[in-house]
């Protein structure tokens, strides 16, 4: 450019005077217009510069936007995956907090039942106390089922002391010996006792109910025609627990307690009521 400005002024220069003057005022110009495309010059490439490192801040800030996005890019992940970990930390309170409250609607019922058993409990306690008692009461009221039957199957005779039974029919109380063939009264009460015996033609037949070794009845009977006769008796009598009672075969008296496969001789005995 310059070049061609100084061609230009040796051009000028060969004109004439005449035109000198308007000359001057185009070298002014051409000079002024130099300075400005100098001037213009110098600012685009200050321009050019200022571009160069508006483009390489543009890529640094377009990579800084990069990493920022993918920094973004991490954050949103670890925001995402914190979000399904809340979700799933949500749904494990709530299902806690539904099995707590289900929990404490188990412990309210069983809390309630268990109160419910104490009652039923303590009504089960008392109607036992009161069936104790009415047990209690009528134990002590009730009669003591006490009751014998006993029977000979061997004749007797030539002898003097008790007379033994070898069957027993009923001892309910046991209080029929079956060894000493003696009735020990369980309970202090009122008793009925009867006894009966065979015996031959020509024999005496002579029997005592003992209490105690005391005599308390007699029966006693002879007679000559043929068959067999009986004697026998009953009687009712107050006995003590302990005390013992049986039949006594007296001194040359015979008994014929089977005649014919009939056992003839017979001891019985019951409580009729206690006092």
Same mark, same amino acid.
């Given at each position: 450019?310059?070049?061609?400005?100084?061609?230009?002024?040796?051009?000028?220069?060969?004109?004439?005077?005449?035109?000198?003057?308007?000359?001057?005022?185009?070298?002014?110009?051409? *000079?002024?217009?130099?300075?400005?495309?100098?001037?213009?010059? =110098?600012?685009?490439?200050?321009? !050019?510069?200022?571009?160069?490192?508006?483009?390489?801040?543009?890529?640094?800030?377009?990579?800084?936007?990069?990493?920022?996005?993918?920094?973004?890019?991490?954050?949103?992940?670890?925001?995402? =995956?914190?979000?399904?970990?809340?979700? *799933?930390?949500?749904?494990? #309170?709530?299902?806690?907090?539904?099995? !707590?409250?289900?929990?404490?609607?188990?412990?309210?019922?069983?809390?309630?039942?268990?109160?419910?058993?104490?009652?039923?409990?303590?009504?089960?306690?008392?109607?036992?106390?009161?069936?104790?008692?009415?047990?209690?009461?009528?134990?002590?009221?009730?009669?003591?089922?006490?009751? $014998?039957?006993? !029977?000979?199957?061997?004749?007797?005779?030539?002898?003097?002391?008790?007379?033994?039974?070898?069957?027993?029919?009923?001892?309910?109380?046991?209080?029929?010996?079956?060894?000493? =063939?003696?009735?020990?009264?369980? *309970?202090? &009460?009122?008793?009925?006792?009867?006894?009966?015996?065979?015996?031959?033609?020509?024999?005496?037949?002579?029997?005592?109910?003992?209490?105690?070794?005391?005599?308390?009845?007699?029966?006693?009977?002879?007679?000559?025609?043929?068959?067999?006769?009986?004697?026998?008796?009953?009687?009712?009598?107050?006995?003590?627990?302990?005390?013992?009672?049986?039949?006594?075969?007296?001194?040359?008296?015979?008994?014929?307690?089977?005649?014919? &496969?009939?056992? #003839?001789? $017979?001891?019985?005995? !019951?409580?009729?009521?206690?006092?």
């Amino acid at each position: 450019m310059l070049f061609m400005i100084y061609l230009l002024s040796l051009v000028l220069q060969s004109t004439s005077v005449a035109e000198e003057a308007s000359i001057t005022d185009l070298q002014n110009s051409l *000079v002024l217009l130099a300075h400005r495309i100098t001037a213009a010059e =110098s600012n685009l490439e200050k321009s !050019q510069a200022q571009l160069q490192e508006t483009q390489t801040n543009l890529g640094a800030a377009e990579e800084k936007i990069d990493t920022n996005n993918a920094e973004l890019q991490q954050a949103e992940e670890r925001l995402v =995956s914190a979000l399904q970990r809340v979700a *799933v930390t949500e749904a494990k #309170l709530q299902q806690a907090e539904t099995k !707590q409250v289900q929990a404490d609607v188990k412990r309210a019922q069983l809390g309630s039942e268990l109160r419910q058993t104490k009652t039923e409990l303590n009504n089960i306690k008392i109607q036992q106390g009161n069936l104790g008692k009415q047990v209690s009461y009528l134990q002590g009221n009730q009669t003591k089922q006490v009751s $014998f039957s006993v !029977q000979r199957s061997n004749d007797l005779s030539a002898f003097s002391g008790t007379v033994t039974y070898n069957k027993i029919t009923l001892n309910d109380g046991i209080g029929f010996n079956k060894y000493t =063939s003696h009735f020990v009264a369980p *309970v202090t &009460g009122v008793y009925q006792f009867s006894y009966y015996h065979s015996y031959d033609k020509n024999h005496v037949a002579h029997v005592s109910l003992m209490l105690n070794n005391n005599r308390i009845q007699d029966s006693a009977s002879k007679h000559n025609d043929g068959g067999n006769g009986m004697c026998g008796n009953s009687i009712i009598q107050h006995l003590n627990k302990g005390d013992s009672l049986w039949v006594k075969l007296n001194a040359h008296s015979a008994l014929n307690c089977n005649n014919l &496969g009939y056992e #003839l001789c $017979f001891f019985s005995g !019951q409580l009729l009521y206690e006092k």
